[in-house]
């Protein structure tokens, strides 16, 4: 190639990422990542302190989730209304819909089991104030193969976790991921 091209090729920043894939293996994706989910369930974690941007990460996975077809819902703590019950809210504002309940266990007779039925990927917010977290998270991954995508503190401000449950999901996320 001649010299003065390839340079001009190096520097244009487009020519550093590999071009976009065609339209039909976009579609492809999104078929595999309903083929995947038809197997198995998944759970991910998301924790650290308070004002890490764990929420906004959490929206962000949910937003992507979405984007590749699939169908989403979130759930938070009734016990966090900081910013109300009816959205999950970052301290910088941003915010998706959500159901606040009290415990994990009542959340699908809250929303109705054939609604609980037709959702892949749930999302849940604060998920350190639910007892039930590890229980919930097992069932709908292992038994319902829901994906699932938790945001939630790594310790209270002693730096303490209090709740068995939660320390297990938390320590045992990767031995349930790709059940
Ligand atoms: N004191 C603050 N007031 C307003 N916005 C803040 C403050 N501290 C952090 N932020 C913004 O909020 C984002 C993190 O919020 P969020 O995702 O809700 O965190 P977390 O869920 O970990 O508490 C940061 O990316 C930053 O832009
Ligand atoms: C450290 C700490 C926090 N909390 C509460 C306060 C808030 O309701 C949430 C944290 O929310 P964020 O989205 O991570 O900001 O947890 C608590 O009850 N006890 C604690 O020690």
Redesign the pocket.
């Known amino acids: 190639m001649e010299k003065g091209k390839r340079d001009r090729e190096i520097s244009n920043p487009l020519f550093s990422f590999p071009p976009p894939p065609p339209p039909s293996l976009l579609l492809m994706d999104v078929a595999a990542v309903r083929l995947r989910s038809s197997f198995h369930g998944e759970v991910h974690v998301i924790i ?12 962000r996975r949910i937003q992507s989730e979405r984007d590749n077809g699939r169908s989403v819902v979130m759930v938070k703590s009734s016990k966090d209304s900081r910013y109300g019950l009816d959205c999950v ?6 915010k998706m819909p959500c159901f606040a309940v009290p415990n994990l266990s009542t959340f699908r007779a809250h929303i109705g089991h054939e609604t609980y039925n037709k959702f892949d990927v749930i999302g849940i ?1 604060e998920g350190q104030f639910f007892e039930d977290l590890y229980d919930f998270c097992c069932e709908a991954a292992d038994i319902d193969k829901k994906t699932i995508i938790i ?1 939630g503190l790594d310790g209270d401000y002693m730096r303490y976790y209090s709740s068995k449950s939660k320390h297990n999901l938390y320590n045992s996320s990767k031995l349930i991921t790709f059940c």
């Not at 809210?89 to 941003?94: L, P, S």
């Open positions: 650290g302190p308070m004002f890490a941007g764990k929420t906004t990460a959490l929206l809210v970052t301290h910088d504002g941003k917010d945001a």
